[in-house]
């Protein structure tokens, strides 16, 4: 299977601990994408970058959270002193910007996320 | 802040039923898209629709953009279980390379 996977799938935290999650796009896709999504709603925007470089935060990206695509393929997002309220699915994107253009389409394939739960 | 209301929030229906759901802005969005996630499961894309009045069919789903680029509506004719999830429309605006979500609907098709 050669889509988006995201690891670990389901991480249960103590407050005020720091975590960790990976995101593998799809191999040649440069657009990657973060989105939180919270029971019942639609995913929220957090960040995306093009290739490494990180080119978009919203204002949801409070300073806890950090971004990375060091060498332009995986990802990590970094939570540090989790808080109750960091609780939700954290689902990642990938997608390749020229392939989309030039079939006129704007597709990104998404993960199955993260489920994290802060206790 | 753009918002994208979504309604119902929650359906619930008979297999063989019709619906619509409806996706709402008072935002002009470029591009729109319309996704259904299981549980457990990221969003999968079903259709993009980027002009104005484009109608665009999926077996028993119709897509429709509104005429001002701000609306868009899903029609499921003779609705089936396995059509159970949540469907979630997303609008892009022209410069931008983020899509924005919807509240969401959550059908649910009983046997």
């Known amino acids: 299977d050669t889509g988006v996977s995201q690891d670990p799938r389901h991480k249960i935290t103590k407050r005020g601990q720091n975590v960790t999650f990976r995101c593998d796009p799809i191999?040649?896709?440069?657009?990657l994408y973060w989105y939180r999504q919270t029971l019942g709603q639609g995913p929220e925007f957090l960040t995306y970058?093009?290739?490494?470089?990180?080119?978009?935060k919203s204002r949801l990206l409070s300073d806890r959270f950090s971004a990375e695509r060091p060498k332009g393929s995986f990802s990590t997002l970094e939570i540090q002193r989790t808080e109750q309220g960091d609780s939700a699915m954290y689902l990642c994107?990938?997608?390749?910007?020229?392939?989309?253009?030039?079939?006129?389409?704007?597709?990104?394939?998404f993960g199955p996320g993260t489920r994290l739960t802060v206790l | 802040t753009q918002l994208l209301e979504q309604s119902p929030q929650f359906l619930s229906i008979q297999e063989g039923e019709n619906l619509t759901v409806y996706c709402n802005s008072s935002?002009?969005?470029?591009?729109l898209q319309w996704y259904r996630q299981e549980p457990g499961e990221g969003p999968v894309l079903l259709v993009t629709?980027?002009?104005?009045?484009e109608v665009k069919k999926l077996k028993r789903l119709t897509f429709q953009f509104g005429d001002a680029r701000k609306d868009s509506s899903l029609h499921i004719t003779a609705a089936q279980p396995g059509d159970t999830g949540l469907y979630l429309c997303?609008?892009?605006?022209?410069?931008?390379?983020?899509?924005?979500f919807g509240t969401g609907t959550r059908l649910k098709v009983l046997a």
């Open positions: 994107a990938s997608t390749n910007m020229y392939r989309e253009a030039l079939l006129s389409t704007d597709t990104q394939y």
């Open positions: 191999s040649e896709h440069n657009r």
């Open positions: 970058f093009q290739n490494e470089a990180q080119l978009e």
């Open positions: 935002s002009v969005f470029s591009s």
């Open positions: 629709v980027v002009t104005g009045g």
């Open positions: 997303a609008g892009a605006t022209s410069g931008t390379y983020k899509y924005i």
